[in-house]
């Protein structure tokens, strides 16, 4: 059964650069999409972008002037880096396995989530 | 920054029927297939319905969904305690060269 763990800083100051990385376990991370998003305190979740193992990107265009997704498919690992944060930017960051496709439209759901992990943008 | 508009709350009793709607546009709901998270106290979201009404394995039967045009709505039968929770619709978004959207969230209260 696939699992997902992020990991990183819990403490970033202004203006620095945030950067998490999601392990995966029990499965390959080869053949799958896998995304990044966020939780601010007591708010709704935002999507920040994905990767497809191969390495290409999409990003959600309200932060893509910030962000970048890289991927390490020999370690299983995928990261994200988000530049020049603020306290707008504190938040649960969660990774997830995404599974997409088209049918009659495009289908595209995270199916494997990671548990979370805060982080505080402060000084 | 929310694309897809839910009412903050719904509630009922036990064994109650819950509905939640979830309201989006054509380049989301209308032309793509909706998703649902249940996201209990404190913890990480999971999938709770995809292709507008696929349930993964484990998820019981009384969960349900449906899409009709631009909208979606997840209907909750014979709700029991377990089942407070915030619940969160999604769709892919084919403006601004794609993203993913979620919906503004449910809080479900069982009374």
């Known amino acids: 059964q696939v699992q997902l763990q992020e990991s990183g800083p819990g403490l970033v100051k202004p203006s620095e650069t945030l950067s998490l990385t999601c392990t995966v376990s029990?499965?390959?991370?080869?053949?799958?999409?896998w995304s990044w998003m966020r939780q601010p305190p007591g708010k709704g979740l935002e999507w920040i972008g994905d990767i497809y193992y191969s390495g290409t990107t999409n990003y959600n265009p309200s932060l893509k002037s910030r962000v970048s997704i890289s991927i390490d498919t020999s370690r299983n690992q995928f990261s994200l880096k988000l530049r020049s944060v603020t306290a707008a930017d504190t938040a649960v960051y969660y990774c997830?396995?995404?599974?997409?496709?088209?049918?009659?439209?495009?289908?595209?759901?995270?199916?494997?989530w990671g548990k979370g992990t805060t982080v505080t943008v402060s000084s | 920054q929310s694309v897809l508009t839910q009412p903050p709350s719904a509630s009922g009793t036990p064994g109650q029927r819950v509905t939640i709607s979830c309201s989006g546009s054509s380049s989301n709901i209308g032309s793509n297939t909706v998703n649902w998270y249940q996201q209990l106290p404190g913890t990480a979201p999971t999938l709770l319905l995809f292709?507008?009404?696929q349930r993964p394995s484990g998820v019981p039967d009384r969960f349900s969904g449906s899409k009709s045009g631009t909208s979606a709505s997840l209907a909750i039968s014979g709700l029991q305690s377990e089942d407070e929770a915030d619940y969160y619709c999604?769709?892919?978004?084919?403006?601004?060269?794609?993203?993913?959207?979620f919906g503004t969230g449910t809080k479900v209260t069982v009374l």
């Open positions: 029990g499965g390959s991370i080869s053949t799958y999409y």
């Open positions: 999604a769709a892919w978004d084919d403006s601004l060269s794609g993203r993913e959207v």
């Open positions: 997830a396995r995404v599974i997409v496709g088209a049918t009659v439209g495009y289908y595209y759901y995270m199916d494997v």
């Open positions: 292709n507008n009404n």
